[in-house]
């Protein structure tokens, strides 16, 4: 099938495009760019006043299946990626059983290929039932396409199994994607220790309890000669001492999520609402204000979103009892674009790098670029739309978003999976 894009504003570093012109594809990829291009044959659409850039990926989700289909399945979580303007997704192992053989990482594939509506790119965990006692089958789930290994949602407590985990990996090439939480330091905690915590009677959460394997993550990093990824990184401490591993040439990348960028522990009031429970909890508006600086200059690779749906239900109870977590792939680029792109505290060409180009080498994939003989895995935005997050907007099973009620300017209107549309006109296409 072949398709025409005409006057896109095109953007991407990697080739050093930023200006208006046609694509045309064919058989799934870019066949050429230009001006007043001509298709004897095909679909022709005017994308006049909109922005392409490649296809958004987000490395950090829960799509929640096998197990725990309720909250949310690949065939929803997919949707939701795509109506948030993402061309793949890397969901996380912590599933019911947990993706730590080659078996389930096959049923992930099957599903995604069956009900997706992006690529799925299926990590695997780094220890039996993240139980941090027994390697997984860590060859095993490479040979059947794990992209990368991490005990998210728990993260592993032992030194010695760690370092194990990562020489394993090494040979593979593989990354390891670390969920740095020290469980005996962060015991019962609740939001992030200090002035809010006190004031609402709520266990603290102390920023060292993820500070102190960031370290050691990537201590062990530099001995093994592994790769390391900090996910969802949360304190400006964590963050300098990330950017003083990458100045000593230690191979670490980290991620920050939307909801670590743009809210911090004073959103959390009397109200307790608990979609703002989230893990690392929310920390202070100083590190909030130094992640910001570390998106401008470099030392964060990506934007991710953390995307845990929870049904109504469990996020409807006592702020202790409610599980950790929010929702945030639909909202994550209307919260970029207006919060940081609009505003040019960075640019489109640094925005399309932190969810574009740095996620798809952290996870060694083939890159996506807007050049001729690259697949079209695209994203379509309009820059200038305003819109409000009500409930009514979310295609996910769930709703525990924390940026309900904001207002945004800019969202993706198309996306493009190997030159298909899956969502048209901000509609799933089914």
């Keep these: 099938m072949a398709l025409m894009l005409r006057n896109a504003h095109v953007i991407d570093p990697q080739v050093g495009l930023n200006e208006t012109c046609d694509i045309l594809i064919r058989d799934g990829k870019i066949v050429e760019l230009g001006q007043d291009l001509e298709m004897p044959k095909g679909v022709e659409r005017d994308l006049g006043g909109k922005v392409v850039v490649p296809g958004l990926v987000d490395i950090h989700v829960h799509l929640r299946e096998p197990g725990y289909e309720y909250k949310e399945d690949i065939a929803s979580g997919t949707r939701a990626a795509a109506h948030g303007g993402f061309t793949g997704v890397c969901p996380m192992p912590n599933t019911q059983p947990t993706t730590d053989n080659a078996m389930i990482v096959e049923y992930v594939k099957n599903q995604a290929e069956k009900d997706g509506k992006c690529r799925v790119y299926p990590s695997g965990a780094c220890t039996l039932g993240l139980k941090g006692e027994t390697l997984s089958e860590i060859g095993d789930m490479v040979a059947h396409g794990a992209v990368a ?14 370092r194990r985990v990562m020489e394993y990996a090494r040979p593979f090439g593989k990354v ?12 019962k905690g609740q939001i992030n220790e200090g002035a809010t915590s006190t004031k609402l009677g709520l266990q603290g959460w102390p920023a060292a309890g993820e500070e ?5 993550d990537i201590e062990l990093s530099l001995l093994t000669g592994c790769p390391i990824h900090i996910q969802h990184i949360s304190s400006a401490r964590g963050l300098e001492m990330i950017r003083r591993g990458k100045a000593d040439g230690i191979q670490v990348t980290c991620e920050v999520t939307p909801h670590h960028l743009f809210l911090d522990e004073t959103n959390i009031g009397s109200d307790y609402n ?35 749906p929870h049904a109504a239900h469990e996020k409807d109870r006592e702020f202790e009892q409610a599980p950790f977590g929010m929702t945030g792939i639909e909202t994550v680029l209307g919260a970029i674009l207006t919060n940081l792109v609009r505003p040019g505290v960075i640019s489109w060409e640094r925005m399309v790098e ?25 994203t379509v935005i309009d820059p200038d739309v305003e819109w409000d997050v009500t409930e009514d907007f979310y295609v996910s099973k769930s709703k525990n978003c924390g940026f309900t009620g904001a207002h945004f300017i800019g969202r993706a209107t198309d996306v493009y999976v190997g030159g298909y549309a899956t969502m048209e006109e901000g509609e799933i296409v089914e």
Excluded at 369 to 375: D, F, I, M, T, W
């Design 149 to 162: 290994f991490t005990d998210d949602g728990r993260g592993v407590q032992d030194s010695g199994m760690m």
């Design 176 to 187: 390891v994607m670390s969920h740095c939480q020290d469980e005996a330091l962060v015991g």
């Design 212 to 216: 102190l394997q960031i370290q050691r």
């Design 274 to 308: 608990t979609y703002l429970k989230v893990n690392p909890p929310l920390r202070t508006a100083v590190d909030r204000e130094e992640l910001i600086k570390g998106v401008v200059d470099g030392t964060i690779d990506c934007i991710v979103t953390d995307h845990a």
């Design 354 to 378: 932190l969810m574009a180009v740095k996620p798809r080498e952290i996870l060694r994939l083939e890159p996506v670029k807007l050049a001729p003989g690259s697949v079209a895995d695209l």
